[in-house]
């Protein structure tokens, strides 16, 4: 089957900690999106990739980190200059461009311990 | 900028229609998509108008597209507790980078 896999369901992190959240897609996108979730503020956009090796800070990039050495993946690191962890976090890709729709993973769901 | 409002919060009764709103404040916008989230689940993509339309329709779901006015509606015929979530409107600039700009989410509480 394609499509999105974010791992794990739920994590959580200690003081002082870097945690690393997994996305993976088989849907050979090129583009690939953290979303950041808190009730009632809908979605923030953390970082995105357009191409393998390449990514862009999104609206909230600080405390966070990412790398994009495979099309497939695009883990994110929640770093412990990260203040406010706890949160819904979204992975989504995309084949980019202007016709582009977005498929979303399950998502990961942190908390500071 | 842009910049994408909705209410945050709708209540209907199973078999009546709803009606969710969203207002955008980008005209060169092109593609405008609604998105469903059910609790503890990622977004599933349900929709999405072309600028150059009206309307959409697909099954129970209506797509009404406002450019003047800057205002997409998503309506859904015979609301079911299953449609009971989250939705979200999003929009994707013309130009630039394609990041689609989501408003905050419409919680839809279908009771019997």
């Known amino acids: 089957d394609g499509g999105i896999t974010q791992s794990p369901k739920y994590l959580f992190r200690k003081e002082g900690q870097n945690v690393t959240l997994s996305c993976e897609q088989n849907?050979?996108?090129?583009?690939m999106y953290w979303y950041r979730q808190d009730p009632g503020q809908g979605l923030r956009l953390i970082y995105y990739?357009?191409?393998?090796?390449?990514?862009q800070k999104g609206d909230i990039a600080e405390g966070y980190s990412v790398s994009r050495e495979k099309k497939e993946s695009f883990p994110l690191t929640v770093t412990s200059a990260q203040k406010n962890p706890t949160a819904f976090y979204l992975c989504?890709?995309?084949?980019?461009?202007?016709?582009?729709?977005?498929?979303f993973g399950s998502g990961t769901q942190l908390s500071v311990l | 900028g842009e910049d994408v409002e909705q209410s945050l919060f709708l209540s209907v009764r199973e078999g009546d229609s709803s009606v969710i709103n969203c207002t955008y404040t980008?005209?060169?916008?092109?593609?405008l998509y609604w998105y469903k989230q059910e609790p503890g689940a990622g977004l599933q993509l349900l929709t999405y108008?072309?600028?150059?339309?009206d309307m959409k329709q697909d099954q129970r779901l209506t797509v009404l597209l406002n450019k003047k006015d800057k205002h997409l509606s998503l309506r859904i015929a015979d609301t079911q507790t299953g449609d009971s979530a989250i939705y979200f409107c999003?929009?994707?600039?013309?130009?630039?980078?394609?990041?689609?700009?989501f408003g905050r989410g419409t919680s839809l509480i279908v009771h019997p």
């Open positions: 989504a890709s995309g084949s980019g461009g202007q016709h582009e729709k977005l498929f």
């Open positions: 108008i072309f600028s150059n339309m």
């Open positions: 999003a929009e994707r600039q013309s130009g630039g980078s394609y990041i689609p700009t």
């Open positions: 980008d005209s060169s916008s092109t593609y």
């Open positions: 849907l050979n996108h090129d583009a």
């Open positions: 990739s357009q191409i393998v090796n390449d990514f």
